[in-house]
């Protein structure tokens, strides 16, 4: 039978790795099958013969033998005369098979076969791709860097799946070269259109979680539980441990010796910072924990408003606070508290409240974004490190703080 073509297409995707040789018969059958009811109206009377092993199939068409003249349907009847011409001892109301050739369909209608082919295939393909990354979504995946541009880096999998690494998905200290070796885990798989889409994350807190499942082979084996991981990716992260074995001591175990364990997960998150403390149901406790490496005199919690005030010694503050006010914040994500830290002893201190008058509102709140909510707690600050950990000009800041000065020299 004619080529076309189409055996081509047959032997191209016969070996595809995607694709077995049932699923392949069935999709032949079904394209072929579309094919003919649209140049004859119905499939119903053809039989279709696929060897997947030659690469080649045979279409055969059925119709009833009627006297000359009487054909009412060309595609399921025949005349005596052109059915003898097949076998010349056919009678009226016999059967008759006939092949049809390839070229009878038209050279149109087999280049149409023929795409509608590649298409149901890939289409195949990606549906499996489809269902083999769902099943990895927040799992640990690498891949190698195949192109990079402004927004995303593209990276190949060893079996050259296309798997998307967003700028937003991406460590801020990340730099990528071509064919370099990328581990993040798989946060998301759609299907766009039939083409599936595979979005890799190395800034979600369920990446840590899974390196310290790599890592520690306490955690991979289920004695110690993360309770919950939070991150500024790049920056600092907190991670709340527990075990169930009292024998073992869950931070230790994870941070290793002089910190043997926890160094090769700081290398792969760019030197992130990572704090782990022993998670505990008593709430005081996990707040005063999470505030570490500051030390907390006093917790006060308001379970309505969901609101902590933290006192402690004014030398802590800045601890609890941290450079860029990320510890507070991660403490406060990690517990589900919003914290409010006061200094102690500090009755004669001035709330930044009380200079709304002098001092515009956005300005106090960036102030209070640090932990800083009152004057003395702004004066005992230095400039820079304002400058750094706040969106104020220089300018700004040294005239609040003439402002903050004038109430105490008042005094």
């Known amino acids: 039978m004619e080529n076309l073509a189409l055996i081509e297409s047959f032997s191209e995707f016969k070996d595809e ?5 049932v699923t392949l018969m069935s999709i032949l059958e ?3 099958r579309n094919t003919l009811k649209k140049k004859y109206g119905t499939d119903d009377n053809f039989d279709i013969i696929i060897n997947p092993d030659k690469g080649d199939l045979e279409i055969w068409r059925n119709r009833v033998v009627v006297e ?3 054909v009412e349907d060309p595609n399921e009847e025949i005349e005596l005369t052109e059915a003898r011409k097949i076998e010349p001892d056919f009678e009226v109301g016999e059967d008759v098979s006939e092949e049809v050739k390839l070229a009878d369909l038209g050279r149109r209608s087999v280049l149409t076969l023929r795409q509608n082919l590649v298409a149901r295939i890939h289409e195949h393909d990606n549906t499996i791709i489809y269902k083999q990354f769902i099943d990895l979504v927040g799992e640990i995946y690498t891949a190698e860097v195949h192109h990079i541009r402004n927004r995303v880096v593209i990276l190949l999998d060893d079996e050259g799946n296309e798997i998307i690494l967003p700028k937003d998905k991406q460590i801020p200290s990340d730099f990528y ?19 599936p889409s595979i979005i890799m ?10 390196l310290f499942e790599q890592e520690i082979p306490e955690v991979f084996d289920g004695l110690i539980t993360i309770k919950k991981a939070v991150r500024i990716p790049g920056e600092k992260a907190k991670v709340a441990v527990d ?19 926890i160094h090769g997960i700081v290398r792969e998150l760019g030197n992130e910072n990572i704090d782990v403390i022993n998670f505990t149901n008593n709430t005081q406790l996990l707040i005063t924990r999470a505030l570490s490496p500051a030390k907390v005199t006093s917790v006060k919690i308001n379970e309505d408003t969901k609101r902590v005030e933290v006192m402690m010694d004014p030398s802590e503050v800045s601890k609890a606070i941290g450079r ?48 800083l909510d009152t004057a003395k707690s702004v004066l005992e600050e230095d400039v820079e490190d304002l400058i750094k950990r706040t969106d104020l000009e220089e300018e700004t ?7 903050l000065s004038a109430e105490f020299s008042n005094e």
């Open 397 to 403: 800041i040294m005239d609040i703080r003439r402002i």
């Open 30 to 32: 079904e394209v072929f």
């Open 17 to 21: 790795k995607f694709i077995d040789r």
């Open 177 to 195: 070269r071509k064919g370099d070796n990328v581990r993040g885990i798989i946060e998301s798989v759609e299907l766009k259109g039939s083409k």
């Open 68 to 70: 000359d003249g009487e």
């Open 243 to 261: 075990s169930y074995d009292d024998r073992i001591d869950p931070v230790g175990a994870c941070v290793g010796m002089k910190g043997s364990r």
């Open 324 to 371: 860029g006010g990320f510890n507070i914040r991660l403490a406060g994500q990690l517990t589900g508290y919003e914290i409010d830290v006061y200094r102690e002893g500090m009755e004669e201190d001035v709330e930044l409240t009380e200079f709304s008058d002098e001092i515009e509102a956005w300005v106090i709140e960036e102030f209070k974004k640090v932990g």
């Open 201 to 210: 994350s190395r800034t979600a807190p369920k990446f840590l979680e899974k």
